[in-house]
């Protein structure tokens, strides 16, 4: 039986010898489970006694073997090449200076942690032991499972804009390893806030990238800036959504009409299918009204009546900025439930990502403490569009336009649902769909309140991929990504792609 080769190409630097990196490629025998790591030792041994590259514990325990593989950061131990793999490319972290081949200068790392303190600091010694209560040691468990290995480092976009204003989240673990830690009198907390806890833009690209899956966003971020703001108090921006939730139901401020103001509890179609309620969150019923109006017209179209409870109101997702709602939040909870069960529905759908994710894992997994629990499904737009329903394509027209896709972080990697969107657009007659480059990079909208500037960098930055496709179209399904992309693009002083929601494409293939 003929051996099979893989070739892999890889990124090889001498700063004796070349100005740039270069690439070579090289042949190696694939055997089953064979690892990267495996592949770098063969090419050491068998073509080049100078190769340079970082292991030690070879089982995914030490983190010091971080490359990126075909463009995505991972352990080289543990990354196990596919059988069907014929070719892969491995190259050094790209947010490091390289001191050769594919080892990183870690110095920079090194120096900013020095920054933060990480030792314990305290004004007397104690003697003795010092009794943990569960949540703290269910916190420090977390922090503990970081192995240093700079994977979310390589994927945070902050990080990658502007190191200087965001530590990057390896940092904040560190610093959430004594700010956890009772014993500690550092005042952690407040360094959290300094080195810009708040300018992490909640994408959870880390996390995905993550090898032990540490949840950094929701176990490190989310309780850093809890303690934040029980400790030092809430950010002028944010302090804006309390007062508007207390008078309006809603976190933003109105400055005319909301959609759920201007349009009928029930709209029913001439020949009903179906019944979904639809849960408009903050973003789309003050600022972006046009994707609601659009979903009306893609439901309906489609035989469904649709349910809008008046007296809904802001799904209570204000975790993520440390703003703990307390007994308000079983309040907000079990009005929602009991807005659209009133009329009976069984799906209710969102069109934000934020939204959605929160409805389907705190709406269901607090139900220990609920008063009304709910008896309906969540669903997302484009889930349903495309999995509970026969989506009527024969009335589509033709569009003839270029395509391309952002993916919303909170829907992506909150919610996983990243291929359904695309299936829906390539559905539309006359749509040529192009992928750009970073499609699933975060594009700033969530720092829009307290990091401008930062939100306005990485918006920009999003604007020009979709720029480089020649698309006439980036096509989303976040409210707030189409908000804050169309202020990037005017900002760009670009004029393709325009920015619109899938549900606004799906509109205009439906108009007469």
Excluded at 1 to 20: G, H, Q, Y
Aim: net charge positive.
């Amino acid at each position: 039986m003929k051996e099979k080769i893989i070739t892999v190409k890889v990124s090889r630097f001498n700063p004796e010898e070349d100005t740039e990196a270069r690439y070579e490629t090289y042949k190696v025998p694939y055997k089953k489970g064979i690892t990267v790591l495996d592949v770098l030792i063969y090419i050491r041994e068998n073509y080049d006694g100078s190769f340079a590259f970082r292991y030690r514990c070879r089982v995914g325990y030490c983190g010091s073997c971080s490359v990126l593989v075909d463009g995505i950061p991972g352990l080289a131990c543990m990354e196990e090449i596919p059988p069907n793999k014929k070719q892969l490319t491995v190259e050094p972290l790209s947010n490091f200076s390289v001191i050769k081949d594919l080892v990183i200068d870690m110095s920079s790392v090194d120096k900013r942690m020095l920054k933060i303190r990480p030792f314990m600091e305290r004004k007397k010694t104690f003697e003795g032991v010092w009794p943990l209560k569960k949540e703290e040691i269910e916190n420090l468990e977390v922090v503990t499972k970081c192995m240093g290995c700079l994977a979310c480092m390589e994927a945070c976009p902050v990080f990658n804009e502007v190191p200087q204003k965001y530590p990057g989240p390896l940092q904040m673990v560190n610093i959430a390893r004594f700010a956890f830690d009772p014993r500690d009198e550092g005042d952690k907390v407040k360094t959290a806030l300094f080195e810009g806890i708040y300018n992490c833009a909640f994408c959870k690209k880390c996390e995905e990238v993550c090898p032990n899956e540490i949840p950094l966003p929701e176990k490190i971020i989310e309780k850093l800036r809890g303690k934040v703001v029980e400790e030092i108090g809430l950010l002028p921006g944010h302090k804006g959504f309390l007062e508007n939730l207390d008078k309006t139901g809603w976190t933003l401020p109105s400055l005319a009409r909301t959609f759920i103001e201007e349009t009928s509890e029930v709209i029913t179609p001439k020949f009903v299918k179906g019944k979904v309620g639809l849960f408009t969150g903050c973003v789309a019923n003050i600022m972006e009204k046009e994707s609601l109006e659009a979903t009306l017209k893609i439901l309906t179209k489609n035989g469904i009546q649709v349910i809008i409870p008046k007296t809904q109101m802001c799904c209570g997702n204000l975790k993520i900025y440390g703003i703990s709602l307390n007994e308000r939040k079983k309040e907000i909870v079990e009005t929602n439930i009991k807005a659209f069960e009133k009329y009976g529905v069984e799906v209710v759908l969102t069109v934000c990502p934020s939204c959605g994710e929160f409805l389907k894992k705190e709406y269901f997994s607090d139900q220990d403490s609920l008063d009304k629990k709910p008896i309906f499904k969540v669903l997302d737009i484009n889930e349903y569009l495309l999995t509970q329903i026969e989506l009527n394509t024969s009335d589509f027209k033709s569009l003839n336009v270029r395509v391309t896709y952002h993916d919303p972080c909170h829907l992506r990697r909150g919610q996983g649902i990243y291929e359904e969107p695309r299936r829906l657009i390539k559905k539309i007659p006359g749509v040529n769909f192009v992928e750009m480059k970073d499609y699933d990079k975060c594009c700033g909208g969530t720092l829009r309140a307290t990091s401008p500037d930062i939100a306005a960098l990485l918006g920009i930055k999003k604007i020009r991929k979709g720029a480089e496709t020649g698309a006439d179209y980036m096509v989303t399904s976040c409210p707030l990504c189409v908000s804050h992309l169309s202020i990037s693009r005017a900002k760009a002083k670009i004029r393709k792609p325009r920015v619109i929601s899938i549900l606004d494409l799906l509109a205009k293939a439906y108009e007469e």
